[in-house]
């Protein structure tokens, strides 16, 4: 079995050198030793692995296959000798967190303080990214994302809750009869967040009622920043989260319409790559947040 395993990471260690003599360097082993660990896993398997020639390694259509699972074993073996080595020392390192736009600042911009000031040798690195980022591929730690998760390949754990409501500026609502309850929101123009998901209906709800209404969209944007800057300017309502409108309805910049009535809270999710260890530094990073989010972002 150990055996087995070994000669897994060596044709990993292969497969990306491109050569059995660079291979060889990276694992400081001799060639005579890659060659024959080669051959003998080739044997086992009953296929060829790889083409060699005088200039370069190819992989077979077989070993493309198995390269695959080869380095999942070689990411396991990784992540497991840097947990490993962390566990009697500080962590150290990059966390790389990718998240909805606009998010950040109000979720995690104060819990991130408190943990980077907690952990000063970790380096964090946080991409506000409308797109749709490939966990693996691109190499984040952890994503913030927001609704209903179609990507089951991932591992996922709620962070927070955010209600929304109907909000428009002062001026824009001089316009317009005022709203006295959800069909009458069927006469306003909205700005409609858009994107992989347009949020164009919605249920709203006070406790002993509910209305779907269908909104009337003036314009759509994609990211909450330009919704909120397009409706304090007048260009219509919009249906954004409480807790991100509080400030602009302190200030008198935004009007709450409809005040009992708000959404179904929507969910915000931590979501890691799918590891059976990840590591220690991720791990440390999600307790905090999660142990934040218990105290301090209640809806």
Request: hydrophobic letters at 45%; charged letters at 25%.
């Amino acid at each position: 079995m150990l055996d087995a395993v070994g000669d897994m990471l060596i044709f990993a260690a292969v497969a990306r050198a491109g050569s059995l003599t660079r291979a060889g360097q990276a694992l400081a082993l001799p060639k005579s030793t890659i060659s024959r660990r080669l051959a003998a896993l080739e044997e086992r398997l009953g296929s060829r692995l790889v083409v060699r020639s005088t200039r370069k390694l190819l992989l077979t259509e077989a070993g493309e296959a198995f390269l695959e699972r080869c380095q999942r074993v070689a990411d396991d073996v990784d992540d497991a000798l840097t947990f490993a080595n962390e566990l009697s020392d500080e962590p150290r390192g990059t966390l790389r967190i990718t998240m909805v736009p606009d998010l950040g600042p109000l979720v995690l911009a104060e819990a991130i303080a408190r943990f980077s000031e907690r952990y000063p040798r970790l380096s964090i690195e946080l991409d506000e990214s409308g797109r749709y980022v490939d966990l693996d591929a691109e190499r984040f730690d952890v994503a913030l994302r927001a609704g209903v998760l179609t990507d089951s390949s991932l591992v996922a754990r709620r962070f927070v809750s955010l209600a929304s409501g109907v909000f428009a500026s002062p001026a824009y609502l001089a316009t317009v009869p005022l709203p006295r309850s959800p069909d009458d929101l069927a006469q306003l123009r909205f700005v409609v967040l858009g994107g992989r998901t347009r949020f164009d209906r919605i249920t709203l709800h006070d406790g002993e009622h509910s209305a779907t209404v269908s909104l009337a969209s003036a314009l759509a944007v994609n990211t909450s920043g330009m919704q909120r800057a397009l409706a304090l300017a007048g260009a219509g309502a919009m249906v954004y989260p409480l807790r991100m409108a509080e400030d602009a309805v302190a200030k008198g910049q935004l009007v709450r319409v409809l005040p009992s009535f708000r959404t179904d809270p929507t969910p915000i999710w931590l979501v890691t790559p799918t590891r059976r260890l990840l590591p220690r530094k991720t791990m440390l990073l999600i307790d905090h947040l999660l142990a934040e989010a218990a105290t301090t972002c209640r809806e």
